[in-house]
C-alpha cells in the first residue's frame, strides 16, 4: 500500500490498532517502573540495612558494595540479553502473545522472590528472572508494534512513528511512576520500604496478560506462518472501515514470497551472509545500540543513589523532577513524531545536547566540587540531558533499530539488536564510577560519555538512513537498491523489489530456479 493511500486514513480511524499498541506498549511501562523502583531502593536505608552494610562515610550512614550495585543491575541485564538474542527463535515458533504471557509469568515469580527474600542470592536470582521476562517483553512488544504499523505489524507505516514513541512514552512513564512511589516509600523504616514498591511491579503484567485475550496476534507474523486467513482476520479487526485489507495481505504475501525464494532458511547466519541483509542488521543494531552510548542507564538506573551520594538536595525529590520532565518531553515526542521526526536530524541533535550537558557537568564538578551551585548545576544539566534523550534519542532509537531489519529476518535482527543494545548498558561500569567505595567519579563521569555522544552522533551522520513514512516494502526497495544511507530521504521508489543486475529480486529469483530446472532436464 502506498504512503498517498494511508493518508486518505487519520490517525482517529486507526483507533482499534492504537488501542492494540497502546495494551501491549504495557511491557515498556513495567520495564520503566522496574528501573525506577530498583534505582532508588539502592538509596533506602531499609534496603541497605537488609542487603548493605554501615558506613559512617555516607550522608546515609549505609552504602552498598559497588560489586553488589553492579550484579543488581547486571544480572537483569544479562538476563535481558539472553532473552532478547533468543527472540528470533522465540517469535518464529511461539508467537508474539504467547511470548508475551510467558514474560508476565516470569515476572510474577521474580518479583515475589524478591519481596520475600532476606539473601543477596535470591535477590540476585530475582533480579535474572526478571531481566529474562523483561527482554522478552521489550522485544515482542517492540515487534509487534513495529510491525502493526503498515511495516511494523500492525499500524500503517505513517503512524510508525506515533506507535513506537509510545513504548518510549511508557518507559519513562514507568520510571516516574516507580521514583514517585520510591520517594513516599522511602519514609519507612521497615522492610515494608522496599516490599511496598516492588509489590507495584505485579499490577501491570496483571493488566497486560488479561487484555491479551481481547487483541489478534501480529498479522504479519500470521502471514508469515502461512496462516493467512487468520491473518486476514487479525487485519479486519486492526484496519479501518474501508481499509484495502485484500491489497495489503496481498503485499505481505509477495513480499514474503520474494524473501523465501531468495533464502528458504532463517537463522542467525543468515543476518550477515549477504551484503544487504549485513548492511541492514549492522545498521539496526548499532542504532539501537545508540542509546547505551548516550550514558542514558546512568541516570535512569543510578540517579536517585547519585544524587544522594552527590548530597544534592533530597535525592528522591529530585529524581521524580527529572524523571517528570522526561515523560513531559516524550509525551511531546509523541504528538510531534508523525509530523517532524526525522530520524537523522533528531538522534543527532539528541546527542549533541547530551553529550554537551554531561561535559558541563563533569567540568562544574571537577572546577567547584561538592557546592551549593554545583548541585543546582548538576540538576539543571540532568534536566536537559533527560529533555534530549527522551525526545530525541530514545523513540528514534528502538525505531530504527526495528524498521531498518528486513521483514524476513527482523526478530532475528530486533532481537539481536535489542540482547546488544542491553548488554552495553552502562550498568556494567556505572557502580564502579559512581560509588564512593570504589573510584568515586561523581559527576566526573560525564568526560566518557561526552566521547561517546561525539561518536554515535558521527555515526548516525555518516551510515544511517532517513526512512520516516516509508513503509517497510519500500525499506526493502532501498536497500536492495543499495542506495547510500545519505539519499534515502529523496529516492523515489518503484514498488518493484530491485535490483541485481538490473533485474527485480523476484525475476533474479524466478530466472535462477528456472535455470536450474533446465540444468537438471538436460542433465
Known amino acids: 500500500m502506498s504512503t498517498d493511500q494511508e493518508k486518505t486514513f487519520g490517525v482517529r480511524a486507526h483507533w482499534k490498532a492504537m488501542i492494540s499498541m497502546t495494551l501491549v506498549s504495557l511491557s515498556s511501562f513495567q520495564y520503566g517502573v522496574d528501573f525506577g523502583i530498583i534505582g532508588g531502593l539502592q538509596a533506602m536505608i531499609p534496603f541497605l540495612q537488609v542487603f548493605g552494610d554501615k ?32 527472540a528470533g527463535f522465540t517469535a518464529k515458533w511461539i508467537g508474539r502473545k504467547l511470548s508475551l504471557w ?105 493488566i497486560l496478560f488479561i487484555g491479551l485475550f481481547f487483541i489478534p496476534e501480529s498479522p504479519r507474523w500470521l502471514a508469515a506462518k502461512g496462516n493467512f486467513e487468520k491473518a486476514e482476520r487479525a487485519l479486519q479487526r486492526l484496519r479501518p472501515e474501508g481499509w484495502p485489507i485484500a491489497q495489503e495481505l496481498e503485499e505481505m504475501r509477495t513480499t514474503l514470497e520474494a524473501e523465501a525464494r531468495i533464502q528458504s532458511g532463517v537463522g542467525y547466519m543468515d543476518l550477515f551472509k549477504n551484503p544487504i541483509d549485513r548492511r541492514r542488521s549492522t545498521i539496526a543494531v548499532l542504532a539501537l545500540t545508540s542509546q547505551a552510548a ?44 508523525t509530523k517532524f521526526g526525522r530520524r537523522r536530524l533528531m538522534m543527532m541533535t539528541g546527542f549533541t545536547l547530551c553529550g554537551i550537558s554531561q561535559l558541563i557537568m563533569a567540568v562544574i564538578y571537577t572546577v567547584h566540587p561538592n557546592t551549593e551551585s554545583s548541585g543546582k548545576a ?24 526495528g524498521e531498518l531489519s528486513s521483514q524476513r529476518l527482523r526478530s532475528h535482527t530486533f532481537g539481536l539488536a535489542t540482547g546488544v543494545g542491553f548488554f552495553f548498558a552502562v550498568t556494567f561500569t556505572a557502580p564502579y564510577f559512581i560509588n564512593p567505595d570504589s573510584l568515586n567519579w561523581g559527576p566526573k563521569y560525564g568526560y566518557i560519555w561526552t566521547g561517546s555522544c561525539a561518536i ?68
Open 55 to 86: 558506613d559512617p562515610s555516607t550522608p546515609l550512614g549505609y552504602n552498598i558494595s559497588s560489586d553488589r550495585q553492579q550484579l543488581i543491575a547486571s544480572l537483569m541485564v544479562l538476563g535481558a540479553f539472553v532473552s532478547s538474542s533468543s
Open 102 to 206: 510467558i514474560a508476565c509469568v516470569g515476572v510474577f515469580v521474580s518479583t515475589a522472590l524478591m519481596q520475600a527474600t532476606t539473601n543477596i542470592g535470591g535477590l540476585y536470582a530475582g533480579r535474572l528472572i526478571i531481566g529474562l521476562a523483561n527482554g522478552i517483553l521489550m522485544t515482542h512488544s517492540q515487534l509487534y508494534g513495529i510491525n502493526l504499523f503498515a511495516g511494523q505489524e500492525s499500524v500503517p507505516s505513517r503512524y510508525r512513528g506515533l506507535g513506537i514513541s509510545f513504548l518510549s512514552y511508557w518507559i519513562s512513564f514507568g520510571s516516574l511512576v516507580g521514583t514517585i512511589v520510591d520517594n513516599f516509600a522511602a519514609k519507612i523504616t521497615t522492610k515494608n520500604a522496599y516490599i511496598i514498591p516492588l509489590g507495584i511491579v505485579h499490577i501491570v503484567p496483571g
Open 294 to 337: 548516550s550514558g542514558s542507564m546512568f541516570v535512569i538506573s543510578y540517579g536517585t543513589y547519585f544524587f544522594e551520594m552527590a548530597n544534592v538536595g533530597n535525592a528522591f525529590e529530585n529524581s521524580c523532577i527529572l524523571t517528570g520532565v522526561g515523560v513531559a518531553a516524550l509525551l511531546a515526542t509523541t504528538l510531534l513524531i
Open 378 to 401: 548538576l540538576v539543571g544539566m540532568s534536566v536537559i540531558y533527560i529533555v534530549a534523550y527522551n525526545a530525541m534519542v530514545a523513540p528514534y532509537a528502538w525505531l530504527s533499530g
Open 456 to 523: 554515535a552522533g558521527t555515526w548516525i551522520f555518516v551510515f544511517l538512513p532517513e526512512v520516516k513514512d516509508r513503509t517497510l516494502e519500500e525499506i526493502d526497495e532501498m536497500f536492495e537498491a543499495q542506495i547510500p544511507a545519505r539519499k534515502f530521504r529523496k529516492y523515489r521508489c518503484t514498488g518493484n523489489h530491485v535490483v541485481l543486475n538490473e533485474k527485480t529480486q523476484t525475476e533474479f529469483v524466478e530466472e535462477r530456479a528456472g535455470n536450474g530446472k533446465e540444468a537438471e532436464a538436460n542433465a
